[in-house]
């Protein structure tokens, strides 16, 4: 079993940055994907941005809306995954979740459904 726990999320202006973090506890968590993605009210839960490592090689994949403006990363020696996101803008107002799994590959990363593990979701609102 892994628990994952957001944090950092808050109310922002428009161009501001947040970063957001992910607890990781239970299981080994230094060789699962992970992933983050966001809903918007009334919207589909929509991928943002993962990591993966694999072979030796860390692979990052990030949403088009969101490519140049946030970045993944993860501190295994803290069991925490990243999301900095910069140059907000009011688009990405949304509750913002980290996910994994220890089953997910390049094919399936940026798929909600193949994620087994969320957190519980941070508040992110971004004002014009």
């Known amino acids: 079993q892994v628990q994952l726990v957001e944090s950092g999320g808050g109310l922002v202006q428009a161009g501001d940055s947040l970063r957001l973090s992910c607890a990781a506890s239970g299981r080994t968590f230094s060789s699962y994907a992970m992933g983050w993605f966001r809903q918007a009210p009334g919207k589909e839960r929509q991928f943002v941005a993962a990591i993966l490592r694999s072979g030796g090689t860390t692979y990052y994949y990030y949403a088009d809306s969101v490519k140049g403006r946030f970045t993944i990363s993860r501190d295994n020696a803290k069991d925490t995954v990243y999301l900095q996101m910069n140059s907000l803008k009011p688009e990405d107002t949304a509750v913002y979740y980290c996910?994994?799994?220890?089953?997910?590959?390049?094919?399936?990363?940026?798929?909600?459904?193949?994620?087994?593990?969320w957190g519980q979701g941070t508040q992110v609102t971004v004002s014009s």
């Open positions: 996910a994994t799994n220890p089953t997910i590959t390049t094919a399936t990363i940026r798929v909600h459904a193949r994620y087994r593990y």
